[in-house]
């Protein structure tokens, strides 16, 4: 009897439950005597009397980290650092290492007193977080705040290869960083805004006097086409008085003249012939021209 009871004590304390280790975390048993220093990957396991089953977030992480820094030119730089990072202890002496470091921050897992996990918030904020806060300062720190912009690219690539060296030899593995909401001081964003609007005020002086070098160059244009019309009808104005000049010779103007007379003559003989015997009295005026007959009654 004593040794039947023995034996259902023995297959008691073999007895055990199946675990599950969900996607997205590995897990280690942790016996009364310690971690088995086994890593189990998703998937079902069998946990024994006492035995408690922990896990670890695998799932990339992405944390924003909002700084203000302090730069060259003595003011206050604010943006966000967004850091995107996931677990590198895989293996079962580095697991082990990391439920050692961080065990007391072991959380129940969905309500379960038998499994507990590590949440990737917290390994990231042993970690990372510190390393990027001080990567970034030592970064940014080095410029003037209206150098910032003009730089972002190279300033982006030195906290990101900085950071990665800094957080080598951690459970983490960093796999971005990037910066982003930039927040200038007030004076500089003043200061870009004046700059900017005394360069549109500059353009706009230089397309004003575009403009009136063009309208210039129009009416400079036009007065030459101008003159040129007045040169080409002067011209023509002078081929024609030469033309006629030279018709207007003495024997011309010497018959002119004769054909002018013989046509007041006959003008006035015309009127004498028509007033004759009708008891007037004519006034002949002198003239160069044709004289006008004023008939006047007696």
């Known amino acids: 009897m004593k040794r039947a009871i023995l034996i259902v004590l023995a297959l008691a304390a073999l007895s055990g439950c199946t675990q599950r280790v969900p996607p997205g975390y590995v897990g280690m048993v942790m016996t009364p005597s310690g971690l088995t220093g086994q890593v189990l990957q998703p998937g079902n396991h069998s946990c024994y009397g006492r035995d408690r089953l ?44 990391l439920f050692d470091a961080q065990g007391s921050r072991l959380k129940m897992y969905e309500g379960s007193n038998q499994v507990f996990y590590l949440p990737t918030e917290v390994i990231y904020a042993t970690y990372v977080q510190p390393e990027s806060h001080g990567v970034a300062r030592t970064v940014v720190s080095k410029y003037k705040t209206t150098d910032i912009n003009p730089n972002r690219e190279k300033i982006q690539a030195d906290v990101q290869a900085k950071l990665k060296e800094a957080i080598k030899g951690s459970p983490m593995e960093l796999l971005t960083a990037f910066a982003s909401n930039f927040d200038f001081p007030d004076v500089v964003t003043k ?80 009127l004498y012939e028509k007033l004759n015997g009708q008891g007037t009295t004519l006034i002949v005026p002198d003239g160069q021209s044709i004289t006008p007959l004023l008939p006047v009654k007696k």
């Open 54 to 97: 922990f896990l670890i977030e695998t799932r990339e992480y992405l944390a924003t980290e909002k700084l203000s820094i302090l730069c060259a030119d003595n003011l206050n730089f604010a943006f966000d650092l967004k850091v995107r990072a996931r677990l590198r202890a895989k293996d079962g002496k580095a697991v082990r290492q």
């Open 191 to 270: 200061g870009v805004e004046n700059a900017k609007r005394k360069q549109i005020e500059i353009q706009e002086e230089q397309a004003r006097q575009e403009m009136k070098m063009l309208q210039a160059k129009n009416r400079r244009l036009v007065a030459e086409a101008e003159k040129l019309t007045r040169q080409r009808e002067a011209e023509a104005e002078a081929v024609y008085i030469r033309t006629v000049g030279s018709a207007l010779t003495d024997k011309y103007l010497r018959q002119r003249e004769l054909d002018l007379k013989k046509f007041e003559i006959e003008t006035r003989a015309a």
